[in-house]
């Protein structure tokens, strides 16, 4: 499977690496390794020492290198070795460094042409800045491909079956849907009218439970598979400035061809002081259980009964809500087409 | 592999599915459903819906149709989608349907042209009829080929080893041995003198325990591997109409190239009353242990030792027992390669 | 993968077959048994029935022959049917014999041609006698070829960051390293000054724990994979003389092309009576730990690392204390081409 390279990926929470920490994950199926110098600085290598091919990640952080746990080469966060305890250092030992930046609380990894990683690329993600915001963080392992879980999270109508008893209500098929495109990034917008959502839901909402609202949910795409929800419910008919807009963000990274990394977050408002901290820790708890119990087995199963050919090759039939899923998977085949070009 | 597709395969125990229930399995290396409606009738469908390719089993029996669990399409028996809960009903919206049909207690699927399904020709297992027998049900699944499981059952020889202190005795090895082709169909008659067998298997024979015996295992095949055992035993020398003959079913249908499903029966006539039903209940159960402990870890030992090639490219030795056996394949061939110039 | 096959490996510990016992291994990516008669004569088969294809190891030890468990022909240590319980032994009933042979304690087996298996070509482990020594045997199951395994013993300088705690010392790197070769036999040789080892490992060589010692480990690696490591400290300054020397025992057969077989020992002179026979017992459990919580961890992530593909196409850099490792890989890929050029 041909992976977008010249993009940013989202690599890990900022929180996940601590200062002298290390975190090795498998992104565009390739091993990297994260790890923060003694100044707080974070640097990703391929995860390989060049001398016997070993992990890097089996060694440990000395001072602000990683020190190889076979033989003790030690490299630095530009992947230059800075010591080989057993002689000089070979001019050839070097590892690969990937450009890495800390954004909205995110670290972002670009595995593609050094010379063309500008952070100022990276989408906006800014409602997860903590000086504006509470934010819930989330992780979750999927065993599908990160395309399926563009499709998942662009058509909510899925909400109604999948999470009847979580995060949907009889309401979502009779909502209205519309798709947008603007440059390369792609909007799924749905409303609802007059839908009664579950308690828990609505008091995330901020709304009374047990009242009829108006409901709008609304998913911004940006390449490779960067997604944000903007959702928010108002007492039906009420105008939609009255009501409180919740964002939440959807990244995915892929691990391999058919399993990937999902992170996820929930954002409320640093002005809503303790209330917000609170309800930030509650709903990503209260989002994580859909999401592992309901969505993950559905799409490992999808996964599995496609198999490894594209989704497209068999020919599905599309329903109106996949309009923006549809446009999604052509920005992104355009796009590694240009790449495929390229090389 | 390629399976014979223009056969008749067990698919369940009819008593597997009740009204408004849902059974899936993988037949001949394809997802199917089993499903049956408020009225009794039964229906198998290519399990995976047409939209996203979600495994129809996730959702739920609604009505008389499957409801699809991710984005709630549904489906009727035929495959016909009846209702999209986002609008209308695309014209492609259709899952394929297997012709079934449901005789003697079992669920038979034709896998392939279904202008040609013409339950007629369903092998004989009427001594599973209801109305006629006590039935004991098993199922196993098995990790090799279901031809090897044809073998298996040819060539009865292997019950004086494999199954020395359950199904054998030491005389299998000097009884008399006759395989016979009939048209498709082909015997393995197995006939041993004076042997004494192990106290519960001759309970079950209806003999004394201790007793010599004369005791004939006549095996069926029909393609593709439904197979009926006709045992029975009498005291030695004496006619063999004098004694019961009890029938059992073995019927394989293949998972995939090296897994298989194995549906076997033990059968009592209605006539013995109350101890009829329990000794198909009890001699199912006592059945089951020695295909379960003792054949399948050598079937499966078998299939990783023979790997992925046909057994007879590695030019197995053979032993006269071994005719019923080589008939079969004969005849199993010869299908399979017109029904590959067919196509 | 191509293994050498002209070569002897070791199959077993000749400990673990008594007499009219079974043990059967993969090796060289074959099923192997081996058995051992009731005269104590050891045999090798190719692990499987040339009848049906089931595994010998299934059946069992009857007199000095296999039984199949599956119908039963028997097999003597030729590899020659000798017994078809359902009829005359057919010509074609033999299973391949590898020529075996015992010594040095271990079991030797030879997978090339049997013509040119002379056991006078078997590598010299006589300090594994028992008329000389005690010895401690140990196994590990590797999940790494058996080449990473000749690199990891012909290079011990991990053992500074490796076996930190338990075999090595901060001495390590600044020691001498040679490497020699002696025709087809490769020599690592490596002298630590003034360095002072755990206390367990300075008991184990005889040294006052505490005491700066001067260390050697000599490693001779023999084709295909099998090492022996002489190694002795004395107070530092002394002559090596005065100090004992321990040979230790390390012969990798391969499983598989990514798993390997792992026969290990430590061995005490007969001399030292009582103590030596304790020595043995507790050292071989002390070398264990680190062998299999330290190198085999690192070599499993290591091999993962590689993958299918030969080490040096990655093109490894490599230090001075490669050069051992190098000089027996360059020996093994000779003696692999002549194989090759002669089939």
């Given at each position: 499977?041909?992976?977008?390279?010249?993009?940013?990926?989202?690599?890990?929470?900022?929180?996940?690496?601590?200062?002298?920490?290390?975190?090795?994950?498998?992104?565009?199926?390739?091993?990297?390794?994260?790890?923060?110098?003694?100044?707080?600085?974070?640097?990703?290598?391929?995860?390989?020492?060049?001398?016997?091919?070993?992990?890097?990640?089996?060694?440990?952080?000395?001072?602000?290198?990683?020190?190889?746990?076979?033989?003790?080469?030690?490299?630095?966060?530009?992947?230059?070795?800075?010591?080989?305890?057993?002689?000089?250092?070979?001019?050839?030992?070097?590892?690969?460094?990937?450009?890495?930046?800390?954004?909205?609380?995110?670290?972002?990894?670009?595995?593609?042409?050094?010379?063309?990683?500008?952070?100022?690329?990276?989408?906006?993600?800014?409602?997860?800045?903590?000086?504006?915001?509470?934010?819930?963080?989330?992780?979750?392992?999927?065993?599908?491909?990160?395309?399926?879980?563009?499709?998942?999270?662009?058509?909510?109508?899925?909400?109604?079956?999948?999470?009847?008893?979580?995060?949907?209500?009889?309401?979502?098929?009779?909502?209205?849907?519309?798709?947008?495109?603007?440059?390369?990034?792609?909007?799924?917008?749905?409303?609802?009218?007059?839908?009664?959502?579950?308690?828990?839901?609505?008091?995330?909402?901020?709304?009374?439970?047990?009242?009829?609202?108006?409901?709008?949910?609304?998913?911004?795409?940006?390449?490779?598979?960067?997604?944000?929800?903007?959702?928010?419910?108002?007492?039906?008919?009420?105008?939609?400035?009255?009501?409180?807009?919740?964002?939440?963000?959807?990244?995915?990274?892929p691990e391999t061809a058919s399993t990937s990394?999902?992170?996820?977050?929930?954002?409320?408002?640093?002005?809503?002081?303790?209330?917000?901290?609170?309800?930030?820790?509650?709903?990503?708890?209260?989002?994580?259980?859909?999401?592992?119990?309901?969505?993950?087995?559905?799409?490992?199963?999808?996964?599995?009964?496609?198999?490894?050919?594209?989704?497209?090759?068999?020919?599905?039939?599309?329903?109106?809500?996949?309009?923006?899923?549809?446009?999604?998977?052509?920005?992104?085949?355009?796009?590694?087409?240009?790449?495929?070009?390229?090389?």
């Amino acid at each position: 499977m041909q992976f977008l390279r010249n993009a940013w990926y989202v690599a890990a929470w900022a929180s996940e690496l601590g200062r002298g920490a290390m975190v090795h994950r498998r992104l565009l199926d390739e091993p990297v390794l994260l790890f923060r110098d003694s100044c707080g600085k974070p640097s990703a290598l391929f995860d390989r020492c060049p001398h016997r091919l070993a992990p890097l990640h089996l060694g440990k952080v000395v001072g602000d290198t990683v020190q190889c746990g076979y033989h003790g080469l030690q490299f630095d966060g530009n992947g230059t070795c800075v010591h080989n305890p057993h002689g000089a250092v070979p001019r050839a030992a070097q590892v690969h460094a990937f450009p890495l930046a800390e954004r909205h609380g995110m670290l972002w990894i670009w595995m593609g042409d050094p010379a063309r990683a500008d952070p100022a690329t990276i989408a906006d993600f800014g409602f997860q800045d903590r000086e504006r915001s509470f934010v819930g963080e989330g992780y979750l392992h999927v065993r599908s491909s990160y395309v399926l879980e563009i499709d998942n999270i662009m058509d909510l109508s899925h909400t109604e079956f999948l999470h009847a008893d979580t995060l949907g209500s009889s309401g979502i098929s009779r909502g209205e849907y519309r798709a947008e495109r603007d440059g390369d990034t792609v909007w799924s917008r749905r409303l609802t009218r007059a839908e009664v959502m579950t308690d828990e839901l609505s008091r995330a909402m901020g709304v009374e439970p047990g009242t009829a609202v108006d409901r709008w949910l609304h998913v911004r795409w940006t390449a490779p598979a960067n997604m944000a929800l903007f959702a928010g419910a108002v007492a039906s008919g009420r105008p939609s400035g009255e009501g409180r807009e919740t964002p939440t963000a959807h990244c995915f990274t892929p691990e391999t061809a058919s399993t990937s990394h999902y992170w996820f977050s929930i954002c409320f408002p640093r002005a809503m002081g303790e209330i917000g901290e609170r309800m930030a820790r509650e709903q990503i708890a209260y989002l994580r259980a859909p999401f592992e119990s309901e969505d993950l087995p559905m799409l490992e199963a999808q996964q599995n009964s496609i198999g490894d050919v594209d989704l497209l090759s068999l020919k599905p039939v599309l329903l109106a809500g996949d309009a923006g899923a549809v446009y999604a998977r052509r920005v992104l085949s355009r796009l590694l087409g240009l790449e495929a070009q390229a090389t």
